[in-house]
């Protein structure tokens, strides 16, 4: 007889290693290492040119003092600020963080736009090849690929993948 504690231990277990947990698990690790990726491409590469185009223009230490420190201010920047105790309204960072999410969602929807792409193309490319409908060799109707007989002259045929002979061809079917 399993004990409780047994059978919630191997249900566990098994919840664990379903498939969708673990790809759950792996989609969350690979999310947090391209975070990681998003947030140097907005501070390495994004801010230097940003503060090059506008001056030395850093977001981080742009922030409001909602109520002194211990040290009265005006505060240079946000450490300073934080270091004496004062409450701060850190609009600068969210400004940053903001432009971080952007930099994210516009990747993202770039790589599924491209995925979509190129689902589009490999389906038209396989419609391409298979061809969507083929002539009745009796009457020259437009037919399904794997029609059997003909919907107009009602003539037996062939499915598409074997050839007719060519003692089929006129032998049935109304003329």
């Given at each position: ?133 083929r002539d009745c060799p009796f009457c020259l109707t437009k037919i399904s690929p794997g029609a059997t007989r003909c919907p107009a002259c009602t003539s037996q045929l062939q499915a598409a993948s074997t050839p007719l002979p060519a003692s089929a061809v006129g032998t049935s079917g109304?003329?």
């Amino acid at each position: 007889m399993a004990t409780p504690l047994r059978s919630l231990g191997s249900d566990f277990r098994g919840f664990l290693t379903r498939g969708n947990v673990i790809e759950l698990a792996i989609a969350f690790l690979l999310g947090v290492a391209f975070g990681e990726v998003v947030r140097s491409a907005s501070n390495d590469l994004l801010a230097p040119v940003i503060a090059y185009v506008f001056g030395d223009l850093n977001f981080v230490d742009y922030f409001a003092v909602l109520r002194e420190g211990t040290t009265p201010g005006p505060y240079a920047t946000l450490a300073d600020a934080t270091a004496a105790g004062a409450l701060t309204l850190n609009w600068g960072q969210f400004v940053t963080r903001v432009i971080s999410f952007l930099i994210t969602a516009l990747v993202l929807f770039l790589i599924v736009r491209y995925l979509i792409s190129m689902q589009r193309r490999q389906k038209s490319a396989e419609q391409a090849a298979a061809p969507a409908t083929r002539d009745c060799p009796f009457c020259l109707t437009k037919i399904s690929p794997g029609a059997t007989r003909c919907p107009a002259c009602t003539s037996q045929l062939q499915a598409a993948s074997t050839p007719l002979p060519a003692s089929a061809v006129g032998t049935s079917g109304p003329g």
